[in-house]
């Protein structure tokens, strides 16, 4: 019998406890042990909650007691579970994790820590999909070339309800927030950091890097307009808040950041509030991964299978997924050395120059132009969307600061970079 200590008894943590209750039989049987989910821990005693195992409000009880098998951590934060798991850890106890923020900043940490005892996370990237088992088990074999997801399933929704049904940005955040998709503060979200935490994650298992979210490229929704998507209609674009790492020599790119996807890549129609993930390997090529990201039973399921494995393993396997250095020593790419395309969005006076002024300024800057659209927005402005041919990220920030004080653009412009 293994026995198991639920560490944040909120709903991810009841549908664990419920989930092996209620499957029991079936878990056993692939388990080949019974697993017993024996006691949570809460900070609240006075709060319902829908389980059936004991509850306390002390975490040493559970730490202590040599009975328990494996600490499940679902409270979330980053310092204060970071303390507990590395107390699990010196204790002998496995350790399954829901927590990206923790990852994003610690994995490297906890795998030292770790070291043969079981520590599992398959939970905290992407939810019911299956992704860090395919990255560091079945797709082991392989050199991952790039990895580009849409793993933030409240800015999928948002974004795939302005393409689809015109609704603007304010509007649709609303309607997240009342719908529970989205906190009341949701920035966390909208900002990028929770798909950057998730990349990190993800990338880490891929390149063996180590970086912290302030070392990447993390840009949010928060300014896409209704000319942006009226641009992504007209050039058979969706938009879609993308986490991209990509194999660049010796370098790797890391950023999230909303982009322009052609619509006919498969990426492209993950809509709602799925998530979905395209891993490219150098033997098996592209693999893509779909499913739900957030939500009680489908991230318990992963939480679950974790359980399992610790079950028919007995010792962990490495928690990065690299048994030995292989001697690739890749470095994360500075964010002003990426290169992709770009779409610019720059109100300007509608008059004679204009466009041969703006035109120099993006030539002194080694940006040619491939796609362009005029809107009116007044009886003096216009609206100017441009595509440009593929750019690095430094010039382009240099023209965007050009443009800005260029004296015929109106307003701040605003970038969105283009992936094809």
């Given at each position: 019998?293994?026995?198991?200590?639920?560490?944040?008894?909120?709903?991810?943590?009841?549908?664990?406890?419920?989930?092996?209750?209620?499957?029991?039989?079936?878990?056993?049987?692939?388990?080949?042990?019974?697993?017993?989910?024996?006691?949570?821990?809460?900070?609240?005693?006075?709060?319902?909650?829908?389980?059936?195992?004991?509850?306390?409000?002390?975490?040493?009880?559970?730490?202590?007691?040599?009975?328990?098998?494996?600490?499940?951590?679902?409270?979330?934060g980053i310092d204060k579970p970071y303390e507990i798991i590395k107390?699990?850890?010196?204790?002998?106890?496995?350790?399954?994790?829901?927590?990206?923020?923790?990852?994003?900043?610690?994995?490297?940490?906890?795998?030292?820590?770790?070291?043969?005892?079981?520590?599992?996370?398959?939970?905290?990237?992407?939810?019911?999909?299956?992704?860090?088992?395919?990255?560091?088990?079945?797709?082991?074999?392989?050199?991952?070339?790039?990895?580009?997801?849409?793993?933030?399933?409240?800015?999928?929704?948002?974004?795939?309800?302005?393409?689809?049904?015109?609704?603007?940005?304010?509007?649709?955040?609303?309607?997240?927030?009342?719908?529970?998709?989205?906190?009341?503060?949701?920035?966390?979200?909208?900002?990028?950091?929770?798909?950057?935490?998730?990349?990190?994650?993800?990338?880490?298992?891929?390149?063996?890097?180590?970086?912290?979210?302030?070392?990447?490229?993390?840009?949010?929704?928060?300014?896409?307009?209704?000319?942006?998507?009226?641009?992504?209609?007209?050039?058979?674009?969706?938009?879609?808040?993308?986490?991209?790492?990509?194999?660049?020599?010796?370098?790797?790119?890391?950023?999230?950041?909303?982009?322009?996807?052609?619509?006919?890549?498969?990426?492209?129609?993950?809509?709602?509030?799925?998530?979905?993930?395209?891993?490219?390997?150098?033997?098996?090529?592209?693999?893509?991964?779909?499913?739900?990201?957030?939500?009680?039973?489908?991230?318990?399921?992963?939480?679950?299978?974790?359980?399992?494995?610790?079950?028919?393993?007995?010792?962990?396997?490495?928690?990065?997924?690299?048994?030995?250095?292989?001697?690739?020593?890749?470095?994360?790419?500075?964010?002003?050395?990426?290169?992709?395309?770009?779409?610019?969005?720059?109100?300007?006076?509608?008059?004679?120059?204009?466009?041969?002024?703006?035109?120099?300024?993006?030539?002194?800057?080694?940006?040619?132009?491939?796609?362009?659209?005029?809107?009116?927005?007044?009886?003096?402005?216009?609206?100017?969307?441009?595509?440009?041919?593929?750019?690095?990220?430094?010039?382009?920030?240099?023209?965007?600061?050009?443009?800005?004080n260029s004296g015929v653009v109106t307003t701040k412009p605003v970038?969105?970079?283009?992936?094809?």
């Amino acid at each position: 019998m293994l026995k198991i200590a639920i560490i944040g008894v909120g709903t991810v943590g009841a549908s664990v406890a419920n989930i092996l209750k209620d499957n029991k039989a079936i878990i056993r049987a692939r388990a080949g042990i019974e697993i017993v989910p024996t006691i949570g821990v809460v900070s609240d005693l006075n709060k319902k909650r829908d389980v059936t195992i004991e509850l306390t409000d002390d975490i040493d009880r559970v730490l202590e007691d040599d009975s328990i098998d494996i600490i499940v951590e679902l409270m979330g934060g980053i310092d204060k579970p970071y303390e507990i798991i590395k107390k699990a850890l010196s204790k002998g106890k496995s350790v399954v994790t829901a927590n990206k923020a923790l990852l994003a900043y610690h994995r490297y940490d906890l795998e030292k820590l770790a070291g043969d005892i079981p520590f599992e996370y398959e939970a905290a990237v992407a939810g019911g999909i299956p992704i860090i088992n395919a990255l560091r088990d079945g797709l082991s074999a392989n050199n991952i070339e790039s990895i580009r997801g849409i793993l933030n399933g409240t800015c999928n929704y948002m974004l795939t309800r302005m393409i689809n049904d015109g609704v603007d940005y304010d509007a649709i955040l609303k309607e997240s927030q009342e719908l529970g998709y989205a906190e009341a503060d949701p920035t966390f979200d909208v900002g990028g950091f929770d798909a950057a935490h998730k990349l990190l994650i993800l990338a880490s298992i891929a390149y063996d890097v180590d970086a912290k979210p302030e070392d990447i490229l993390i840009e949010g929704i928060q300014n896409i307009s209704s000319e942006d998507i009226e641009f992504a209609n007209e050039f058979n674009y969706s938009i879609k808040l993308l986490t991209i790492a990509k194999k660049v020599g010796k370098q790797v790119e890391l950023r999230v950041h909303p982009a322009f996807i052609s619509n006919d890549q498969m990426i492209a129609k993950v809509d709602g509030v799925m998530n979905g993930i395209s891993v490219i390997g150098d033997k098996v090529g592209e693999t893509m991964y779909y499913g739900p990201g957030a939500g009680g039973d489908a991230t318990a399921s992963a939480v679950i299978a974790n359980i399992i494995d610790i079950a028919r393993r007995g010792k962990g396997a490495p928690m990065l997924g690299f048994e030995f250095d292989h001697n690739e020593n890749l470095t994360v790419m500075p964010k002003d050395q990426i290169e992709t395309k770009y779409y610019l969005r720059l109100r300007v006076e509608d008059k004679v120059g204009v466009l041969a002024k703006l035109a120099t300024i993006l030539g002194e800057n080694d940006i040619s132009i491939e796609k362009m659209m005029q809107k009116p927005y007044n009886k003096t402005c216009a609206h100017l969307l441009l595509a440009t041919h593929t750019s690095i990220e430094k010039n382009i920030k240099k023209a965007l600061s050009q443009l800005e004080n260029s004296g015929v653009v109106t307003t701040k412009p605003v970038m969105i970079r283009i992936e094809d």
